[in-house]
T-cell receptor
Framework: EPEVTQTPSHQVTQMGQEVILRCVPI?????FYWYRQILGQKVEFLVS????????KSEIFDDQFSVERPDGSNFTLKIRSTKLEDSAMYFC?????????FGPGTRLTVT | GDSVTQMEGPVTLSEEACLTI???????????LFWYVQYPGEGLQLLLK?????DKGSNKGFEATYRKETTSFHLEKGSVQVSDSAVYFC????????????FGEGTQLTVNP
């Protein structure tokens, strides 16, 4: 069964460093998403991506964040200058129309 | 804006007990409703869904009915197993293709043998 994959599973970085989180969505899906979950809190929407552009973003998704689909298979989330409060689990998801399929997540720890 | 509220957890049950996890929502229009499950160390998996009022979603013995009059989508199972131990998330999306999911807080369920 096709699945969404994410790498790495755990990323540790120092405050102020750039990180790139990678995702491979299900191949025939059209919409791609990033969500995050700070420990003990809700899963929060960050951004959605369709037809090679951002279709919606939340107030969390500020200028420090960017997304890209560089090669038709990978979907990346870049954080330019990480802050302590960016420490969270980041989930990628994809869908053809409505049902979103999630990857296993990347745990980002900012020290 | 849209929001989802789940019953406070965690929930601890003995095997074969009945489960209900409450979920209520606030949304403009008529959203689609979902329950996702997260097993330890894994990602979110879609458990069941309902796309219109009075629809009942079901999967793996779990059920939830879309109640427009009470804006609820409670998750139920008649007899839980140890393997059902996980975190359960209620979520909604609008009916626009590709729209975001709005999640509840999640409820940790532990089932003891």
């Amino acid at each position: 069964e096709p699945e969404v994959t994410q790498t790495p599973s755990h990323q540790v970085t120092q405050m102020g460093q750039e990180v790139i989180l990678r995702c491979v969505p299900i191949s025939n899906h059209l919409y791609f998403y990033w969500y995050r979950q700070i420990l003990g809190q809700k899963v929060e929407f960050l951004v959605s991506f369709y037809n090679n552009e951002i279709s919606e973003k939340s107030e969390i998704f500020d200028d420090q964040f960017s997304v890209e689909r560089p090669d038709g298979s990978n979907f990346t989330l870049k954080i330019r200058s990480t802050k302590l409060e960016d420490s969270a689990m980041y989930f990628c998801a994809s869908t053809l129309i409505y049902e979103q399929y999630f990857g296993p997540g990347t745990r980002l720890t900012v020290t | 804006g849209d929001s989802v509220t789940q019953m406070e957890g965690p929930v601890t049950l003995s095997e074969e007990a009945c489960l209900t996890i409450n979920c209520t929502y606030t949304a403009t229009g008529y959203p689609s409703l979902f329950w996702y499950v997260q097993y330890p160390g894994e990602g979110l998996q879609l458990l069941l869904k309902a796309t219109k009022a009075d629809d009942k979603g079901s999967n793996k013995g779990f059920e939830a009915t879309y109640r427009k009059e009470t804006t609820s989508f409670h998750l139920e199972k008649g007899s839980v197993q140890v393997s059902d131990s996980a975190v359960y998330f209620c979520a909604l999306s609008t009916r626009t293709s590709g729209s975001r999911l709005t999640f509840g807080e999640g409820t940790q369920l532990t089932v003891n043998p």
